[in-house]
């Protein structure tokens, strides 16, 4: 009984003074420079003449803008491989993203049945390349810190803050604001907050303009343009942007001016605040796979 | 045996009605050396208000405490505490006008601690999730700006014939006497002493050891000291008022160089210099107590990082 009492005591005294833990942080979701990724396989790489395949696609939206009205297209070599009846080659889809609620987003399976109708003649091996292109409208909601300062003159030496600029990391998608530059220009005895945002497709996939993304998929034009609008707002309040359309080359930074409507004096004081930044695009990614198809000795065509 | 215990007792009784006795009378307390230290105003927020990490809608409490360090009264009248660099559409119920901070008894010879109280604000944390903002992470910058005041006093050794030929020995020697601090930010830190003839000149040598930004003494000024306003101009930052200087029971502040009209002395680099001059009639060599006062105003700050998140 006693040892039993010393035993409890020890217990107890080990339970009493474990190191105390703090509360985790909520995760930041707001990060990352992925949208839409796309895992393609065919459950059979190594098909043999006049077989079905079935080619699987795991769809996951790592981003944070939830995507509706997505379109999927399965492209494949109509020469040789053709969709078992009943299966469809496009879709609609639509896939939630990341959020405090839900931090894997969304997740999609799709199949797609396919059979080899045909070789062409003295091949016996053959190679064909299975693509799942997806095309959907997306949008980066950025958001920055920034210093709005009215005493561009530095009177007060002790700030709370300081206009420099910002490098902004991923946010959930795959069009980011790289950085933002602000400056302080004067308006009499005011200051007027202006920001050259710079903004580059950071993700693997491209950008086209978000009435165009439906055309992206559903029909072979070579002409997209690659373009995103743009807005800025500081303090609730929409900024005075140079253009809403911006051209996004691919690989290549884009840079636009934003200047604030509202001007600041001394009597707001220093502070830090949020620049956010919305971006609505349409983007598309590619998956690609390859499939072999092989002859087998006296195999001449496929049966009907 | 029990006459050796019985005594063994006495003796250990004895001793300690030896060793516990009263003080004799003559030994009483002596006042304490108060006129030191750099500090005016001490300010520090109190623990957890606010906490490090807030969420977003939720209240946030702000509460500093304040207590007079120095040796001369503060606080009451136009002296206030701003609360400053937070983004008011974000945190909102917070005003520009500042706090005006409670009156602070100083530090004396009997009063080893001064006045202490505390300032609080309350606002509300608008919300961040609407606009799939993470977090929000302001430094909060408390500016306390009030006015004080620096009192000094040297020994100085005041000789009318410095360079007279005598086998007489002097009662002092004039030379400079080093202050160090004297319970405010503004320190006198030196009195030069410079004899001549009739007459004997001082340089007095005055810092900035507080660590905060001085400024003409005046309400004006008090006010252009918030970070809400336009601020204090380059000819109202680093400068002191002489109140007044006495020797002999009589003030020479008129004799003194280096004022402007109103009285105020430049500090360069924190650092400024007074030449004053008295008038002797004396015979011989003395000691006597300059005392110097100086008024002005103060800023000083105290930044509090802190982070908002957003939640679901």
């Not at chain 1, 393609?40 to 790489?45: E, G």
């Not at chain 1, 343009?225 to 005075?240: C, D, G, K, S, Y």
């Not at chain 2, 609360?83 to 008011?88: A, I, K, R, T």
Request: charge should be neutral; proline fraction near 8%.
């Amino acid at each position: 009984m006693r040892t039993f009492g010393c035993w409890l005591l020890i217990i107890g005294l080990l339970i009493g003074c474990t190191a105390p833990t703090t509360v985790p942080a909520p995760p930041d979701i707001a990060k990352g420079t992925d949208a839409l990724t796309i895992d393609l396989r065919a459950t059979n790489p190594e098909l043999i003449m006049c077989q079905q395949t079935d080619l699987v696609a795991t769809l996951r939206n790592l981003g944070t803008t939830n995507i509706e009205r997505g379109l999927y297209t399965f492209i494949i070599e109509d020469q040789v491989l053709k969709p078992v009846t009943g299966t469809n080659r496009k879709k609609l889809f639509d896939l939630e993203g990341r959020s405090q609620y839900n931090p894997q987003g969304g997740i999609e399976q799709t199949t797609l049945k396919v059979k080899n109708t045909a070789l062409p003649p003295q091949i016996e091996t053959y190679q064909t390349p299975i693509i799942l292109q997806a095309c959907y409208q997306y949008e980066t909601l950025a958001s920055a810190p920034i210093c709005i300062d009215p005493d561009v003159l530095g009177k007060n030496p002790a700030k709370p803050c300081t206009v420099a600029p910002v490098s902004v990391g991923g946010q959930g998608a795959p069009v980011a604001v790289t950085r933002i530059e602000p400056t302080m220009a004067p308006a009499g005895n005011d200051i007027r907050p202006t920001f050259t945002i710079y903004l580059q497709n950071l993700g693997s996939g491209r950008v086209v303009s978000a009435p165009d993304v439906e055309s992206a998929c559903t029909t072979t034009t070579t002409t997209l343009n690659p373009t995103v609008e743009i807005a800025a707002f500081l303090q609730n309040r929409p900024l005075r942007c140079t253009q809403r359309e911006v051209r996004l080359e691919q690989g290549k930074e884009a840079r636009i001016a934003c200047e604030s409507e509202q001007t600041y004096g001394p009597a707001q004081g220093t502070f830090s605040s949020i620049l956010e930044v919305e971006i609505t695009y349409g983007y598309i990614n590619t998956a690609s796979q390859s499939l072999t198809i092989n002859r087998l000795p006296g195999q001449e065509r496929c049966p009907p | 045996m029990t006459l050796m215990k019985k005594s063994a007792l006495s003796l250990i009784l004895l001793s300690f009605l030896l060793a516990c006795q009263a003080p004799t009378s003559g030994q009483s307390p002596q006042p304490q050396e108060f006129r030191s230290g750099t500090q005016g105003l001490d300010l520090q927020y109190v623990a957890n208000l606010p906490p490090p990490r807030l969420f977003d809608r939720d209240q946030v409490n702000i509460m500093l405490q304040v207590e007079n360090r120095g040796t001369a009264p503060l606080g009451g009248g136009a002296d206030r505490i701003y609360l400053s660099g937070f983004d008011p559409t974000i945190i909102t119920g917070i005003g520009t006008d500042g706090l005006p901070i409670p009156p602070l008894e100083p530090r004396s010879a009997f009063v080893s601690q001064g006045g202490r109280d505390t300032i609080s604000w309350r606002g509300q944390i608008r919300s961040l999730t609407d606009k799939r903002i993470d977090k929000y992470t302001p430094l909060l910058l408390a500016t306390a700006c009030y006015t004080y005041e620096t009192t000094a006093t040297a020994q100085v050794c005041l000789d009318p014939n410095p360079y007279q030929a005598t086998s007489q020995q002097k009662v002092c020697t004039a030379s400079g006497v080093g202050l160090g601090s004297q319970g405010a930010p503004i320190a006198i830190t030196n009195v030069d002493v410079q004899p001549q003839p009739q007459r004997t000149r001082f340089i007095i040598t005055i810092t900035n050891s507080g660590g905060g930004t001085v400024y003409k003494y005046g309400t004006q000024y008090l006010n252009k000291c918030s970070p809400y306003s336009a601020g204090l101009a380059f000819d109202e930052v680093d400068f002191v008022q002489l109140s007044d200087i006495t020797i002999l029971g009589r003030s020479i502040k008129q004799s003194c160089k280096g004022l402007d009209r109103d009285g105020h002395l430049r500090l360069t680099s924190g650092t400024g210099q007074l030449f004053c001059e008295v008038d002797l009639n004396e015979q011989s060599a003395f000691l006597s107590p300059l005392t110097i006062t100086l008024r002005y105003g103060y800023r000083q700050s105290i930044p509090k990082p802190l982070e908002i998140r957003a939640v679901p």
